[in-house]
């Protein structure tokens, strides 16, 4: 263009139809594109609009070319309140207007050439550049006193993402994929549980697409691609035309077969076919498509596609559960007449700790490497300012950075963000990624690393047994109870991969590694791993290694390169083959283990231990003090079980002397903290607590909760 034309966008142009037979009346339209006027072939009102009442039925007459078309009534595109309340339709160069056109079957007449030049449909506009065309229309209209002024209107200009040229809407032949009877087949396929889709949330996405699915636009018209293969036929002697008799159209695998596909349908001497293969290449979602069983060597039964179609699981974005997986599974089916995968698990968005996505502008940008390795804060203000960000957002963007990394960030490593991703994958909800919650898993991967390295200190020339626990009857209650709780949680962790549930599989790891076998079992074990000649010494080293060698096989999925590392330094079972953890048999449950009666038996210890704690805390005990315990129980049974904990709570509670009571009143001078229903453990005060202190204490205590009291009242009167 010689002159600029943005001038003309962001309006809305008023001009006046007349009315064909009626002298003097006018009906008039609004538009943002002038120029499209010249392929109008309706002016469209609203049923129910009283200012076109009168004009139901009528028409139109174009007042630069020699045409008249008719006023329709369509309440769906048109908006009274937008507007004039009437609206020109112009099929060949508007979607909504093309929609409309198909339900009142109105012609379509398309006034531009692929150079976006107006062609011959525009009369005294033809050759014209469109917005030199647009100009010209308006002035024209002036003249003819048809211009009724224009008016700013806030509106999205679409534009090529990379020359930033205006778009047009054209009407352009294309090939279609009819995928009615396919939609069905997939989703037939979910209804009958043949498919599972997780999160199952998403099966209602699948529902609405498939059941109102559309024929598929196919065509691309890109340089790269699976090229269509169509082919227009022309014949010898005659001029070649422009493609425009859709019944010349064959469609073959090869040259050769659509040759002979024409031959047979033109009874045609094949010689004399002249073949013109369509430019167009296929949707890139098509190619995607074919994926499955293509890259297997399909349309050949191969052995690869013998021995790996189907497969049994998909792993992708939701954001492509239609544009993607519903096209494998429709092709799969329809082609191969099979489901290319049993399960679809669709992962969710990495957003940061706020729920927002991830945008340079907004500097809060993860790179997983700077995780891995870890990043400073300067270096992660270098990072933007040398990247493609207009200069106007780099300050704000490093702004960003410095509120959410003030200190950079801390190396994690990859297990450590690996497993911090897995326990926030909570089915149908993005992950909203905070590098404190990345650190915690680190912090995890060091407790076992740590953890590991105390326990080998107790394995020294030690051989496992062949079968884990083999031989060990006599056991004390924490190699019972502990083994019972690594049964658990292999059974836990296996439903959970089964189901998906990545989330329930890092907690359930977690919580025996740290909680169970490192807070309760390793300091439970300890005075039995420092006695050489105690009698459970054998049979608690085999649990600790027992534990130790299926936690790792456990947690390698999720922590790979850590589990790799401490496996190979345990030494191995005797009939153990696998080279590499990644080779060896995943944990699956031991019957045998479960032990319900050793669990809670040693939840019974462990409440009578978090309650001396518990007192201690709350009477304010000295640390190194070890004040006299007495645990009141109900039975026999409990008597005995606390008695034969004694030097455990002595250790792991900071107590003294343990006696163990059936019944009776609540000793003097002692501090009672309740453990459970049926027990009871008293601490001696005496000496070891301020009396006038925690007298005065309890003093304050009554009179705040007298206070509250009589303001309960106040109100309630």
Known sequence: YQRRVHGEFGFLFDFAYPIDGVEGEYIVVSTTRPETMLGDTAVAIHPDDPRYKHLHGKYVKHPFVDRKFPIICDSTLVDMSFGTGAVKVTPAHDPNDFACGKRHNLEVIDIMTDAGLLNSNCGEFSGMKRFDARTAVMKKLEEMKLFRGRKPNAMTIPTCSRTGDVLEPRVKPQWYCDCKNMAQRSVKAVENGELRILPKSHETVWYHWLNNIQDWCISRQLWWGHRIPAYYVDFEGEPKGERNINERWVVGRT????????????????????????????????????????????????????????????????????????????????????????????????????????????????????????????????????????????????????????????????????????????????????????????????????????????????????????????????????????????????????????????????????????????????????????????????????????????????????????????????????????????????????????????????????????????????PKSAPKSIVRVRTEEQRVLVLDHTIDFQRNCGVGEVESVIGGEAPKGYGMTTATPDIDVFLALAGNVDAAAEIAKLEKEIIKLAAQRDKINAERA
Request: proline residues 6%.
């Open 255 to 622: 040259e050769e077969e659509a040759r002979a596909s024409a031959a047979k349908r033109f009874n045609k001497d094949p010689n004399s076919i002249i073949l013109s293969q369509d430019e167009d290449v296929l949707d890139t979602w098509f190619s995607s498509a074919l994926f499955p069983f293509s890259t297997m060597g399909w349309p050949e039964q191969t052995n690869d596609l013998k021995m790996f179609y189907p497969g049994q699981l998909l792993e992708t974005g939701y954001d492509i559960l239609f544009f993607w997986v519903a096209r494998m599974v429709m092709f799969g089916l329809e082609l191969t007449d099979q489901l290319p995968f049993k399960d679809v698990f669709l992962h969710t968005i990495v957003r940061d700790k706020y729920g927002r996505k991830m945008s340079k502008s907004l500097g809060n940008v993860i790179d997983p490497l700077w995780v891995v390795d870890g990043i400073t804060l300067p270096e992660l203000h270098s990072n933007v300012a040398s990247g493609n960000l207009d200069p106007r957002e780099v300050s704000s963007a490093q702004k960003a950075q410095t509120d959410q990394f003030s200190e950079g960030i801390a190396p994690c490593g990859s297990d450590g963000l690996r497993f911090s991703l897995l326990n926030n994958t909570t089915q149908g909800a993005d992950i909203n990624l905070d590098i404190n919650g990345v650190v915690s898993c680190r912090n995890f991967c060091n407790k076992i690393w740590q953890a590991t390295r105390m326990a080998m200190a107790h394995l020294t020339e030690f051989t496992p047994a062949t079968t884990p626990m083999g031989g060990y009857e006599a056991t004390p209650l924490v190699v019972k109870w502990i083994l019972s709780r690594l049964n658990h949680a292999i059974a836990e962790v296996n439903e959970s991969f089964k189901n998906y549930d990545f989330h329930q599989v890092t907690v359930a790891t977690r919580v025996f590694f740290w909680e169970e076998l490192c807070d309760v079992f390793l300091e439970f074990s300890k005075p039995i791993l420092h006695e050489p000649n105690h009698p459970y010494l054998a049979a608690t080293r085999e649990a600790l290694y027992t534990c130790l060698e299926v936690s790792f096989r456990l947690l390698h999925p999720t922590l790979p390169f850590l589990t790799e590392e401490l496996w190979q330094r345990l030494p191995k079972r005797p009939d153990e083959k696998a080279v590499s953890i990644m080779i060896s048999k995943y944990p699956q449950p031991v019957p045998q283990w479960n032990n319900p009666q050793a669990e809670l038996n040693m939840e019974l210890v462990l409440q009578v231990a978090r309650a001396m704690r518990s007192t201690k805390v709350s009477y304010q005990l000295a």
